[in-house]
């Protein structure tokens, strides 16, 4: 019960760390879940402050990288694709693929047509497309987002003792 109590402590950010580590004002995160796509916990003490966890500041991360690119609204149709077709919504374990304004999404699971390459899939695009220079980038989430919130943490954080923040990951 310690142990469990002890975890879930440490798995919990106020929106200010929340903030400092994701680079997000408060008010963006206070929008991101206004159109539900993050959904932070809330401990019945009367405060009803919102915590997030380790896995949200990295889809929050996910989320911020994505938005360089693309629109919020953009964002959102990624994320309502994945959910419609039965896909884990986490953006932040997922490599995903922009070409101007359509987004891919590289699936590595093996698929009905090739047990050896992975599927590549259109989570988002325009229903007419124009003729225009498409930029490639391809977002890793995971890895990057990973070892930049390592990085910010270690150097940004005056609240969290490091050595705890290390047994998160």
């Given at each position: ?15 200010q ?5 994701t680079g ?12 539900g796509?993050?959904t932070p ?11 997030f ?12 990288s ?7 609204q953009s964002?959102?149709?990624?994320v ?8 884990s919504?986490?953006?932040?374990d997922?490599?995903i ?8 999404w590289?699936?590595?699971e ?7 390459f992975p599927?590549?899939?259109?989570v988002?695009?325009?229903e007419?497309?124009?003729?225009s ?35 998160r990951?």
């Amino acid at each position: 019960m310690v142990m469990e109590k002890a975890n879930w402590l440490i798995n919990r950010f106020t929106r200010q760390e929340t903030a400092r580590l994701t680079g997000c004002t408060p008010s963006h995160l206070a929008y991101l879940e206004k159109v539900g796509l993050i959904t932070p916990h809330r401990v019945k003490d009367g405060s009803r402050q919102p915590f997030f966890s380790w896995d949200q500041l990295l889809e929050i991360r996910a989320i911020k990288s994505l938005r360089q690119r693309l629109s919020l609204q953009s964002v959102r149709k990624i994320v309502n694709f994945f959910t419609q077709h039965g896909y884990s919504y986490s953006l932040r374990d997922k490599q995903i693929v922009v070409v101007g304004y359509e987004a891919f999404w590289i699936n590595p699971e093996p698929s009905e047509f090739s047990s050896v390459f992975p599927s590549v899939i259109q989570v988002m695009g325009r229903e007419e497309p124009q003729i225009s220079q498409y930029h490639f980038i391809t977002l890793s989430l995971s890895t990057s987002i990973r070892r930049e919130m390592w990085r910010l943490a270690h150097n940004r954080s005056n609240v969290i003792e490091l050595e705890q923040f290390r047994d998160r990951g």
